[in-house]
């Protein structure tokens, strides 16, 4: 089968869930749900995220031999794989993490804590405020609500999820740095 361009593929794939396009797009978002459903049934982080990844996989597949039958059947044989991977990635964060060494507990304040938050606030000063505001915001909630406040500032910026976390992380490797040469300066 000829790959076509996205929307081909996408149009043929929508075509293989209900020769009606509208119960088909109805289909697709159903499938998506329980997709996500089923990655935040098993605490995942990002489901909407790993949901999309499905789909994408097996729109990637058919598009390379169209031989997909069952798509929603084939979706959960993905996400059963998908989950594996996430699954894995946990693990070998969390065997990263129980490797470190927590600091002992002080009673005074750590002056180079201190003068670290100094330098942080220093380099953060310095941002543009637009990349001030877009760091800010992204770690500014904990658990659900960080995500979802990702995915509103996401939305606000009008550039996809995955663009907002390459942005943060470009944002917090400069700031690291900064911070590392205002210590060294110190």
């Not at 075509?15 to 049934?41: C, H, M, N, Q």
């Not at 942080?120 to 760091?135: A, F, Q, S, V």
Request: glycine share 4%.
């Amino acid at each position: 089968m000829k790959a076509g361009t996205e929307q081909e593929v996408f149009d043929r794939f929508l075509l293989r869930l209900d020769s009606d396009r509208e119960r088909a797009g109805e289909r697709y978002e159903t499938i998506r749900r329980k997709l996500v459903k089923f990655f935040e049934w098993r605490d995942c982080p990002f489901p909407e995220d790993h949901a999309d990844e499905v789909l994408r996989r097996t729109i990637d597949k058919f598009a390379q031999d169209g031989e997909i039958r069952d798509p929603a059947t084939y979706c959960y044989g993905v996400a059963r794989l998908v989950l594996l991977e996430v699954r894995k990635s946990r693990a070998q964060e969390q065997t990263a993490l129980n490797n470190l060494v927590p600091p002992p507990p002080h009673a005074e304040p750590d002056p180079e804590h201190e003068q670290a938050l100094k330098c942080l606030n220093e380099c953060l000063k310095r941002l543009p405020l637009g990349d001030l505001r877009l760091i800010l915001t992204y770690y500014e909630q904990e658990r659900g609500a960080k995500v979802e406040r990702r995915k509103q500032l996401a939305e606000e910026l009008a550039i996809p999820l995955n663009t907002l976390r390459i942005r943060a992380h470009r944002l917090r490797e400069r700031l690291e740095l900064c911070v590392q040469g205002c210590l060294r300066r110190e």
